[in-house]
Protein backbone atom coordinates (compact mmCIF):
# COMPACT_ATOMS: atom_id res chain seq x y z
CA UNK A 1 0.00 0.00 0.00
CA UNK A 2 3.18 2.58 0.63
CA UNK A 3 4.30 1.87 -2.91
CA UNK A 4 1.47 4.20 -4.80
CA UNK A 5 2.03 7.18 -2.84
CA UNK A 6 6.14 6.74 -4.02
CA UNK A 7 5.11 6.51 -7.54
CA UNK A 8 2.74 9.67 -7.46
CA UNK A 9 5.43 11.28 -5.52
CA UNK A 10 7.84 10.60 -8.73
CA UNK A 11 5.63 11.50 -11.05
CA UNK A 12 4.62 15.14 -9.60
CA UNK A 13 8.48 15.71 -9.60
CA UNK A 14 9.15 14.36 -13.02
CA UNK A 15 6.60 16.82 -14.25
CA UNK A 16 7.75 19.63 -12.38
CA UNK A 17 10.94 19.40 -14.73
CA UNK A 18 9.86 21.13 -18.03
CA UNK A 19 8.81 24.63 -17.76
CA UNK A 20 6.34 26.65 -20.24
CA UNK A 21 6.32 30.49 -20.29
CA UNK A 22 6.10 33.43 -21.27
CA UNK A 23 9.19 36.25 -20.97
CA UNK A 24 10.14 39.76 -21.91
CA UNK A 25 13.14 40.60 -23.78
CA UNK A 26 13.80 43.10 -25.96
CA UNK A 27 10.03 45.27 -25.41
CA UNK A 28 8.43 41.82 -26.35
CA UNK A 29 7.07 38.79 -25.08
CA UNK A 30 8.73 35.60 -26.61
CA UNK A 31 6.90 32.09 -26.00
CA UNK A 32 9.49 29.48 -24.17
CA UNK A 33 10.00 25.88 -23.07
CA UNK A 34 13.12 24.24 -20.95
CA UNK A 35 13.52 21.20 -19.46
CA UNK A 36 16.15 19.49 -17.52
CA UNK A 37 18.55 22.81 -17.26
CA UNK A 38 18.07 22.02 -12.87
CA UNK A 39 20.55 19.07 -13.62
CA UNK A 40 23.09 20.56 -15.70
CA UNK A 41 26.74 20.21 -15.62
CA UNK A 42 28.71 22.73 -15.65
CA UNK A 43 30.10 23.72 -18.92
CA UNK A 44 28.27 21.38 -20.29
CA UNK A 45 25.99 22.03 -23.86
CA UNK A 46 22.22 22.99 -23.84
CA UNK A 47 19.98 21.53 -26.84
CA UNK A 48 18.65 24.75 -28.26
CA UNK A 49 16.42 24.25 -30.80
CA UNK A 50 15.26 26.49 -33.92
CA UNK A 51 11.56 25.90 -35.49
CA UNK A 52 10.77 25.77 -39.38
CA UNK A 53 9.48 28.58 -40.82
CA UNK A 54 6.02 29.57 -39.13
CA UNK A 55 6.19 26.61 -36.63
CA UNK A 56 5.76 26.85 -32.99
CA UNK A 57 7.86 24.92 -30.43
CA UNK A 58 5.18 21.75 -30.14
CA UNK A 59 6.41 20.92 -33.40
CA UNK A 60 9.51 19.28 -31.11
CA UNK A 61 7.25 17.29 -29.05
CA UNK A 62 8.64 13.81 -30.52
CA UNK A 63 12.24 14.27 -29.45
CA UNK A 64 12.32 17.05 -26.50
CA UNK A 65 11.68 14.22 -23.99
CA UNK A 66 13.79 11.76 -24.80
CA UNK A 67 16.61 13.97 -25.52
CA UNK A 68 16.06 15.99 -22.20
CA UNK A 69 16.89 12.85 -20.85
CA UNK A 70 20.82 12.82 -21.72
CA UNK A 71 20.73 16.85 -22.29
CA UNK A 72 18.92 20.52 -21.25
CA UNK A 73 16.91 21.42 -23.70
CA UNK A 74 15.48 24.69 -24.75
CA UNK A 75 12.69 25.10 -27.88
CA UNK A 76 10.65 28.93 -28.09
CA UNK A 77 8.32 30.56 -30.36
CA UNK A 78 9.96 33.41 -32.80
CA UNK A 79 8.16 36.64 -33.15
CA UNK A 80 4.62 36.26 -34.62
CA UNK A 81 4.46 32.22 -34.01
CA UNK A 82 2.10 30.62 -32.01
CA UNK A 83 2.85 32.07 -28.37
CA UNK A 84 4.89 34.93 -29.13
CA UNK A 85 3.96 38.04 -29.46
CA UNK A 86 3.85 39.62 -32.69
CA UNK A 87 6.00 42.69 -33.41
CA UNK A 88 6.01 44.48 -36.68
CA UNK A 89 10.23 43.98 -37.70
CA UNK A 90 11.81 41.79 -40.05
CA UNK A 91 12.58 38.73 -39.03
CA UNK A 92 16.29 38.76 -40.67
CA UNK A 93 19.12 36.40 -39.42
CA UNK A 94 21.03 39.22 -37.19
CA UNK A 95 17.39 39.58 -35.57
CA UNK A 96 16.57 36.59 -34.88
CA UNK A 97 20.33 35.64 -33.65
CA UNK A 98 20.36 38.64 -31.32
CA UNK A 99 16.58 37.89 -30.22
CA UNK A 100 17.66 34.43 -29.07
CA UNK A 101 21.02 35.44 -27.37
CA UNK A 102 19.01 37.48 -25.24
CA UNK A 103 16.35 35.49 -24.55
CA UNK A 104 19.37 32.55 -23.39
CA UNK A 105 20.94 35.38 -20.93
CA UNK A 106 17.98 36.43 -19.69
CA UNK A 107 17.28 32.54 -18.11
CA UNK A 108 20.49 32.41 -17.56
CA UNK A 109 21.25 29.38 -19.83
CA UNK A 110 24.68 30.07 -20.72
CA UNK A 111 26.89 28.48 -23.56
CA UNK A 112 27.68 26.34 -24.97
CA UNK A 113 25.15 25.34 -27.23
CA UNK A 114 23.82 22.56 -30.12
CA UNK A 115 21.64 24.17 -32.51
CA UNK A 116 19.05 22.23 -33.97
CA UNK A 117 17.32 23.72 -36.37
CA UNK A 118 14.53 22.49 -39.19
CA UNK A 119 13.94 24.06 -42.40
CA UNK A 120 14.00 28.24 -41.80
CA UNK A 121 15.27 27.01 -38.71
CA UNK A 122 18.37 26.05 -40.08
CA UNK A 123 19.30 29.11 -41.75
CA UNK A 124 18.59 30.50 -38.56
CA UNK A 125 20.93 28.13 -36.30
CA UNK A 126 23.87 29.11 -39.01
CA UNK A 127 23.10 32.88 -38.90
CA UNK A 128 23.61 32.26 -34.48
CA UNK A 129 26.54 30.56 -35.45
CA UNK A 130 28.16 33.26 -37.86
CA UNK A 131 27.58 36.03 -34.98
CA UNK A 132 28.48 34.02 -32.00
CA UNK A 133 30.78 31.26 -33.27
CA UNK A 134 32.48 30.88 -29.63
CA UNK A 135 28.82 29.82 -27.93
CA UNK A 136 28.38 27.26 -30.33
CA UNK A 137 29.49 23.71 -29.76
CA UNK A 138 27.75 21.82 -32.51
CA UNK A 139 24.94 22.10 -35.49
CA UNK A 140 22.08 19.44 -36.30
CA UNK A 141 20.70 20.65 -39.62
CA UNK A 142 17.19 19.28 -40.02
CA UNK A 143 16.16 19.37 -44.01
CA UNK A 144 17.45 23.26 -43.80
CA UNK A 145 16.61 25.77 -46.05
CA UNK A 146 19.36 25.81 -48.44
CA UNK A 147 21.72 28.67 -47.25
CA UNK A 148 24.52 27.44 -49.54
CA UNK A 149 22.50 28.03 -52.74
CA UNK A 150 22.83 30.77 -55.50
CA UNK A 151 20.48 31.45 -58.25
CA UNK A 152 22.56 29.71 -60.98
CA UNK A 153 22.53 26.09 -58.90
CA UNK A 154 18.69 27.17 -58.86
CA UNK A 155 18.27 27.73 -62.82
CA UNK A 156 20.80 24.86 -63.93
CA UNK A 157 18.65 22.03 -62.29
CA UNK A 158 16.36 23.56 -65.09
CA UNK A 159 18.39 23.74 -67.37
CA UNK A 160 19.02 19.87 -66.57
CA UNK A 161 15.46 19.09 -67.18
CA UNK A 162 15.55 20.53 -70.24
CA UNK A 163 13.56 23.30 -69.50
CA UNK A 164 13.88 26.58 -72.41
CA UNK A 165 16.14 29.73 -71.07
CA UNK A 166 13.30 31.97 -71.05
CA UNK A 167 10.71 29.86 -68.75
CA UNK A 168 13.78 29.62 -66.73
CA UNK A 169 13.62 33.63 -66.32
CA UNK A 170 10.29 33.40 -65.86
CA UNK A 171 10.16 31.41 -63.27
CA UNK A 172 13.18 32.95 -61.63
CA UNK A 173 11.12 35.96 -61.66
CA UNK A 174 8.35 34.48 -60.26
CA UNK A 175 9.89 33.09 -57.47
CA UNK A 176 12.07 36.40 -56.51
CA UNK A 177 10.94 39.18 -57.90
CA UNK A 178 7.42 39.36 -58.04
CA UNK A 179 5.88 42.13 -56.11
CA UNK A 180 4.22 40.36 -52.88
CA UNK A 181 2.54 41.75 -49.75
CA UNK A 182 3.59 40.62 -46.20
CA UNK A 183 0.53 39.47 -44.82
CA UNK A 184 -0.34 41.77 -41.27
CA UNK A 185 -2.34 39.08 -39.79
CA UNK A 186 0.10 36.44 -39.98
CA UNK A 187 3.08 38.44 -39.94
CA UNK A 188 5.18 35.80 -38.34
CA UNK A 189 5.38 33.37 -41.06
CA UNK A 190 4.57 35.30 -43.77
CA UNK A 191 7.81 38.07 -42.99
CA UNK A 192 10.26 35.02 -42.92
CA UNK A 193 9.14 34.24 -46.52
CA UNK A 194 9.87 37.66 -47.32
CA UNK A 195 12.80 37.31 -45.45
CA UNK A 196 13.87 34.00 -47.33
CA UNK A 197 13.28 35.60 -50.37
CA UNK A 198 15.75 38.61 -50.21
CA UNK A 199 18.29 35.97 -48.76
CA UNK A 200 18.31 34.03 -52.01
CA UNK A 201 18.15 36.99 -54.58
CA UNK A 202 21.46 38.04 -52.69
CA UNK A 203 23.29 34.34 -52.78
CA UNK A 204 23.05 34.26 -48.98
CA UNK A 205 25.50 36.83 -49.30
CA UNK A 206 24.61 37.55 -45.07
CA UNK A 207 24.79 34.51 -44.36
CA UNK A 208 28.27 33.64 -47.02
CA UNK A 209 29.70 36.68 -44.73
CA UNK A 210 29.96 35.43 -41.56
CA UNK A 211 32.44 32.62 -39.82
CA UNK A 212 31.91 29.03 -39.84
CA UNK A 213 31.97 27.64 -36.08
CA UNK A 214 35.02 24.61 -36.08
CA UNK A 215 32.31 22.60 -34.65
CA UNK A 216 30.60 19.12 -35.62
CA UNK A 217 28.23 19.53 -38.53
CA UNK A 218 25.46 16.98 -38.96
CA UNK A 219 22.90 17.15 -41.55
CA UNK A 220 19.65 14.60 -41.88
CA UNK A 221 18.28 15.04 -45.31
CA UNK A 222 14.25 14.06 -46.05
CA UNK A 223 14.38 12.06 -49.13
CA UNK A 224 10.38 11.61 -49.88
CA UNK A 225 9.18 13.61 -52.33
CA UNK A 226 5.77 14.43 -50.53
CA UNK A 227 3.96 16.54 -53.15
CA UNK A 228 0.56 15.32 -54.55
CA UNK A 229 -0.21 15.25 -58.63
CA UNK A 230 -2.47 17.61 -58.95
CA UNK A 231 -0.24 20.10 -56.91
CA UNK A 232 3.18 19.60 -59.82
CA UNK A 233 4.37 21.53 -61.63
CA UNK A 234 2.96 21.44 -65.51
CA UNK A 235 6.46 23.12 -66.89
CA UNK A 236 9.01 20.41 -65.79
CA UNK A 237 9.31 17.00 -64.08
CA UNK A 238 8.78 18.17 -60.37
CA UNK A 239 9.84 14.38 -59.10
CA UNK A 240 12.45 14.94 -61.20
CA UNK A 241 13.48 18.05 -59.98
CA UNK A 242 13.29 17.14 -56.72
CA UNK A 243 15.94 13.99 -57.05
CA UNK A 244 18.48 16.36 -58.54
CA UNK A 245 18.14 19.42 -56.14
CA UNK A 246 19.14 17.12 -53.41
CA UNK A 247 22.04 15.43 -54.98
CA UNK A 248 23.17 18.89 -55.98
CA UNK A 249 22.34 19.72 -52.31
CA UNK A 250 24.25 16.99 -50.54
CA UNK A 251 27.27 17.99 -52.38
CA UNK A 252 27.19 21.24 -51.02
CA UNK A 253 26.58 20.32 -48.10
CA UNK A 254 29.44 17.46 -47.94
CA UNK A 255 31.78 20.19 -48.41
CA UNK A 256 30.35 22.46 -45.72
CA UNK A 257 31.26 19.56 -43.38
CA UNK A 258 34.47 19.71 -45.02
CA UNK A 259 34.94 23.07 -43.30
CA UNK A 260 35.18 22.06 -39.88
CA UNK A 261 38.42 20.29 -38.57
CA UNK A 262 35.67 18.42 -36.14
CA UNK A 263 34.21 16.70 -38.90
CA UNK A 264 30.33 15.90 -38.78
CA UNK A 265 27.45 14.07 -41.08
CA UNK A 266 25.16 13.56 -43.23
CA UNK A 267 22.48 10.97 -43.01
CA UNK A 268 19.93 10.33 -46.02
CA UNK A 269 16.53 9.00 -44.67
CA UNK A 270 14.75 7.96 -47.76
CA UNK A 271 11.50 6.70 -46.27
CA UNK A 272 11.24 10.15 -44.27
CA UNK A 273 9.77 13.40 -45.62
CA UNK A 274 10.50 17.31 -44.91
CA UNK A 275 9.02 16.70 -41.23
CA UNK A 276 11.66 14.22 -40.52
CA UNK A 277 12.25 14.49 -36.99
CA UNK A 278 8.69 13.59 -37.26
CA UNK A 279 8.62 11.08 -39.56
CA UNK A 280 11.60 9.52 -37.93
CA UNK A 281 12.06 10.92 -34.57
CA UNK A 282 14.85 8.24 -33.55
CA UNK A 283 16.63 8.79 -36.35
CA UNK A 284 17.38 12.64 -35.54
CA UNK A 285 17.29 11.50 -31.30
CA UNK A 286 19.95 9.49 -32.57
CA UNK A 287 22.51 11.54 -34.80
CA UNK A 288 22.01 14.30 -31.80
CA UNK A 289 22.78 12.26 -29.15
CA UNK A 290 26.46 10.77 -32.03
CA UNK A 291 26.92 14.37 -31.90
CA UNK A 292 27.47 14.60 -28.28
CA UNK A 293 29.19 11.66 -27.62
CA UNK A 294 31.26 12.78 -30.22
CA UNK A 295 31.80 15.78 -27.52
CA UNK A 296 32.45 13.52 -24.69
CA UNK A 297 29.13 14.41 -23.19
Not at 54 to 78: C, H, I, K
Request: net charge neutral.
Amino acid sequence: MRVIPILICLQVTMAAVAQEKLVSVNGQQFHILTKGLENRKAHAPVLVFENGLGMGLGNWDTVLDELSQTAPVFAYDRAGVEGSERVFKMPTVEVVARNLKAILSSQNIAPPYILVGHSMGGLYIRGFAGYYPDEVAGLVFLDPADFTETKKNWNDIFRKLGVPEKRIDEMLYDRLYKPSVIDSVRFGPSSEVQVLTDLRKTDFAEIASLPIPDVPLFFLIGGKFEVPPERRSKDFDQAKFFEIRADVNIERWKKFIYSSSRGGSLVYLSGSGHYLHRDNPKAVIGVIKMLMESLGE
